[in-house]
């Protein structure tokens, strides 16, 4: 079974700081790697979808790396701003259609 | 576009009582998801359906039934509610492929 794991649990920050969230993963075979926001209450928001065969994405302030080789991902978010507060989840897709979620990192940015 | 919806948003059961979570998506997305998502666990996939009329289990299915009543419609059914099943029901839906999950705005469910 594939493990995923986010770490930290919880990241508090400055405005303006640039910060990285992690995500490991314990079984290189992916089919794909999902990085999503959830607010308090709210449903998941797709961030940005990194494919096997790829290294990173980007998309505005975000950028969303992938080593399969040593089981991890990064999302990296630029110039954090208070808006940027929530929790952060990835979620590793093993197949089409099987899906594992980290328990997510829980961001802060103080104004 | 509405996306992906979910009916009801809050729920309340006695243990034994049997109730039908809805998800509708309008993006003519071939495959569904149903997930639960419990404090310091994460998200797991409950069942899915890769294209209409067909549905598989996922990570954790005892207790659960779907029913894929057409491409937009993915319902899921309690029969008999248990107090470990009080969670956050998120439905989500994809095209095909490798492409990007989207996900409901969730269903919070409590059994007494």
């Known amino acids: 079974k594939q493990e995923v794991t986010q770490i930290p649990a919880a990241l508090s920050v400055p405005e303006g700081e640039n910060l990285v969230l992690n995500c490991s993963f314990t079984?290189?075979?992916?089919?794909?790697l999902q990085w999503f926001r959830q607010d308090p209450g709210k449903g998941l928001t797709s961030l940005l979808l990194?494919?096997?065969?790829?290294r990173e994405q980007t998309s505005g302030r975000l950028n969303a790396s992938l080593d399969k080789s040593s089981g991890r991902s990064t999302l990296y978010i630029a110039a954090s701003q208070p808006g940027d507060s929530a929790t952060y989840l990835c979620?590793?897709?093993?197949?089409?259609?099987?899906?594992?979620f980290g328990t997510g990192t829980s961001l802060t940015v103080i104004p | 576009n509405a996306g992906v919806t979910q009916t009801p948003k809050f729920q309340v059961l006695k243990t034994g009582q049997s109730m039908t979570l809805q998800c509708a998506q309008d993006?003519?997305?071939?495959?569904m998801y149903w997930y639960r998502q419990d404090p310091g666990m994460g998200l797991r996939l409950i069942y899915y359906?890769?294209?209409?009329?067909?549905?598989d289990k996922g990570e954790v299915p005892n207790g659960y039934n779907v029913s894929r009543l057409n491409k937009r419609e993915f319902s899921l059914r309690l029969e008999s509610a248990a107090p470990s099943q009080t969670s956050v029901y998120f439905c989500?839906?994809?095209?095909?492929?490798?492409?990007?999950?989207?996900f409901g705005p969730g269903t919070r469910l409590t059994v007494l």
């Open positions: 079984d290189s075979a992916i089919y794909n």
């Open positions: 359906s890769a294209s209409e009329g067909t549905t």
């Open positions: 989500a839906s994809r095209l095909s492929g490798a492409n990007e999950q989207f």
């Open positions: 993006m003519n997305h071939n495959s």
């Open positions: 990194i494919q096997s065969s790829q």
């Open positions: 979620a590793v897709g093993l197949t089409g259609n099987q899906f594992y």
